[in-house]
């Protein structure tokens, strides 16, 4: 069939709060040669798209300003140097923006089969979450088995993602969440410990776990305050990996610490890596937690489900904070 020329999209208006969020209507873009068009089936809502709808995450040069950094449906276009995907292909994809329309474009290496069994709903919850996790905790933390892992927001759906994968490939697992529901939640999905740290001191319950040896490897998305709290927690050699600064980007920090037990502090933001780091991620991926989707070791955990016309809903669940896990968009 021929393809369309426009198509509906989500737009921001302005900057502002989730309410800015208006449906458009847009051209259905072109693939590049190495590109595919992916006829979206549902996208991820994510904590960078309400920061760029805030105003205070713009994408990077060259990217469309359309949100939506992770998609499911099937390939509708290929560019000209794609041989590995056909038109037809079901596919999951990691994407530079413009999730939250009915066509997007994306390199061809940062899509991913449809593990069997998925919706594209499931499926669309892959992307976004399981780069970010395998990037930050398995390639920059280097998490082995046998090591202590403490991720903060535990019920998110970076934490539920990385509390899954952390304990299948052998890892102890705490983290913290804000309610005690939350707590349990996490403790059902592998955490060894959940810490409401609404109610608790969450450094004095890590030592009282795990004495002065520390835990190895934290996966922090709050920053602010918790650097320090999480210098103190690590153990020698211990890895403080950050992702996001939802608590603040600066705090006081005495580094004495880090310095006397060998301690790594690193971070990194998805969006601006290079397409071959991205495809490079993809890969192993693939190679190494496909597989724990298809048997259903690990899987994604959904909360709830919105239209596109209804994003503005979806934002607002999510900085409500009242999800456990991924809030999705169903496009067709």
């Not at 608790?200 to 934290?218: L, Q, S």
């Not at 006081?252 to 690193?266: E, P």
């Amino acid at each position: 069939m021929p393809l369309p020329e426009s198509m509906t999209v989500i737009e921001i208006s302005q900057p502002g709060g989730p309410d800015v969020l208006i449906p458009g209507n847009r051209s259905v873009p072109e693939p590049k040669a190495t590109e595919v068009l992916i006829k979206v089936a549902a996208a991820g809502v994510n904590r960078p798209d309400a920061l760029q709808r805030a105003g205070s995450y713009p994408p990077p040069p060259g990217a469309t300003d359309l949100l939506g950094l992770e998609v499911a449906g099937t390939i509708a276009a290929c560019g000209a140097e794609v041989n590995d995907l056909s038109v037809g292909d079901s596919v999951c994809a990691l994407t530079p923006g413009g999730g939250y329309a009915e066509y997007c474009v994306t390199p061809a290496a940062h899509c991913l089969p449809i593990p069997t069994g998925y919706d594209m709903v499931r499926a669309a919850a892959l992307p976004e979450t399981f780069f970010t996790v395998w990037h930050n905790v398995f390639q920059r933390g280097k998490l082995a088995s046998g090591e202590t892992f403490l991720v903060h927001g535990g019920s998110s759906g970076i934490g539920t993602t990385a509390i899954q994968l952390a304990r299948s490939f052998g890892a102890r697992v705490l983290t913290t969440a804000g309610s005690d529901e939350k707590c349990r939640f996490c403790e059902s999905i592998g955490a060894e410990r959940a810490i409401n740290y609404k109610t608790e001191e969450w450094p004095a319950v890590i030592r009282e776990i795990v004495g002065r040896d520390g835990v190895d490897v934290i996966l922090d998305m709050v920053g602010g305050d918790y650097i320090q709290s999480n210098i103190n927690a690590l153990g020698l050699n211990g890895r403080l990996v950050m992702i996001a600064f939802l608590g603040g980007s600066k705090a006081n920090v005495d580094f004495v610490r880090m310095m006397m037990r060998r301690q790594t502090i690193t971070g990194s933001t998805l969006r601006p890596q290079s397409d071959d780091a991205k495809a490079e991620i993809a890969h192993t991926l693939r190679e190494n937690v496909w597989p724990l989707l298809e048997s259903g070791e690990v899987k994604p955990v959904i909360f709830e489900t919105f239209t596109l016309q209804d994003a503005a809903q979806a934002h607002k669940l999510m900085e409500s904070s009242a999800h456990m896990g991924k809030i999705m968009l169903s496009v067709a």
